[in-house]
Nanobody
Framework: QVQLTESGGGLVQAGDSLRLSCAAS????????MGWFRQAPGREREFVAA????????YYADSVKGRFTISRDNDRNTVYLQMNSLKPEDTAVYYC????????????????WGQGTQVTVSS
């Protein structure tokens, strides 16, 4: 079992930056693929960014490429999502997820989910 705890959400203005954190426990962190997903009101949850186990490979949704960066600290068992140049359309609940599988961009491949953290970007 893996427990995930997100933090760092909040209310910001368009153009601002925010960093989300997700602390994992319960399994060797370096063995986990880690991902960030988001769900805006009235919309389905969507992929944002992911890191394969060990962190050697990262993946991004086209909508955030060049603005968001996923990183992981295997010593602190934590994955981060640095979000720059935020836009109102980035407003959503952001979820951290963990997987033991290879396909880290596919939502259904994730086994464990955090409770979510709200990010609101005002115009």
């Amino acid at each position: 079992q893996v427990q995930l705890t997100e933090s760092g959400g909040g209310l910001v203005q368009a153009g601002d930056s925010l960093r989300l954190s997700c602390a994992a426990s319960g399994r060797t962190f370096s063995s986990l693929g880690m991902g960030w997903f988001r769900q805006a009101p009235g919309r389905e949850r969507e992929f944002v960014a992911a890191s394969r186990r060990g962190g050697a490979s990262t993946y991004y949704a086209d909508s955030v490429k060049g603005r968001f960066t996923i990183s992981r600290d295997n010593d602190r068992n934590t994955v981060y999502l640095q979000m720059n140049s935020l836009k109102p359309e980035d407003t959503a609940v952001y979820y951290c997820a963990a997987t033991l599988k290879i396909l880290v961009t596919i939502q259904s491949q994730y086994d464990y989910w955090g409770q979510g953290t709200q990010v609101t970007v005002s115009s």
